[in-house]
């Protein structure tokens, strides 16, 4: 696959570029046999093109989206060293990430999205293919320098770090899917779009699924630098309460092909995933 024809760039509202893959318009074979009950039935799934981060969200990133909204994490302090601002951003609710993407002009992707940049067109298990591979991704318990980390702390890598070249005389092998896109497993879980039912691979829509309408919690998905090997399978289906936030969850965005520019949002319209949270809580109660 010619994967330079799906690069693209996107400013952010800061100026600053994001580097997004393009995924053409067709049909995977979502889902697995063999797994967990959610993940099945396998069924041939139609998504029209779309656009996906090419890596998480950075912690630079991230401090952009904070200087022009002037709204800051509260555990901002725990990931503001400039020495990792090309780590990915954590500590964030799904409403936070929501709202960063909106900042963007664009959306957090929908399970099926997700999945597909993932694994292509060939139901492969993992991005680079059917076996797990220690050094093309950060996972618990795969010996890669951040796996190890500073006094045996589980750290996340630079996005991007598994690219193939050698880091530090650490040898790392090309953890990309076949599209180009890298840091599908590992590192930190990704939010998604979705509300997660655990029949909707099996009642939803074959083309461009959305997701249920409601729900409780989000779907998450890709593991962590701190789930076992069992965990980062590209099809596992995890889910989180939309308002957990934590050191392993991050995400990326989505945008459709539309999106070649855009212009800085104003705070008030950031303002409104600030209010779908508060919805969400009053109906918790």
Known sequence: MDTESLQH?????????????????GSFPRG???????EQPVRMIYLDDYLI???????????????????????????SSSSKADHPIAFVTWFDANGFCEWAGKRLPT?????????????????????????????????DPFDLGVGNILQTTPVGYFDGSIRDGYQTRSGASPFGVHDL????????????????YADGPAENPQGPENGVVKSVRGGSYA????????TYRA???????????????????????????????????????????????
């Open 9 to 25: 760039q996107v400013p952010l509202p800061s100026g600053d570029l994001v580097d997004m893959v393009m995924i053409p318009a």
């Open 32 to 38: 697995t046999e063999n797994e967990e009950f959610d």
């Open 53 to 79: 981060d090419k890596y998480e969200v950075t912690r630079g990133q991230w401090q952009k989206y904070q200087d022009d909204t002037g709204f800051v994490l509260a555990e901002w302090t725990l990931q």
């Open 111 to 143: 399970e099926s999205e997700w999945e597909r940049a993932a694994r292509c067109d060939d139901g492969r298990k993992y991005p680079w293919g059917p076996g797990l591979d220690e050094r093309r991704a950060n996972f618990f318990g795969s010996n």
């Open 185 to 200: 497993v590992g590192n930190v879980w990704e939010w998604t779009n979705d509300w997660y039912h655990s029949s909707y």
């Open 227 to 234: 789930v076992d090997a069992s965990h980062v399978r590209p």
């Open 239 to 285: 889910r989180d309460d939309p308002l957990l936030k934590g050191p392993e969850v991050g995400f990326r965005c989505a945008a459709d092909m539309n999106v070649t520019a855009v212009t800085p949002t104003s705070w008030a319209n950031v303002k409104a995933p600030a209010a779908a949270k508060a919805d969400h809580e009053d109906r918790r109660r």
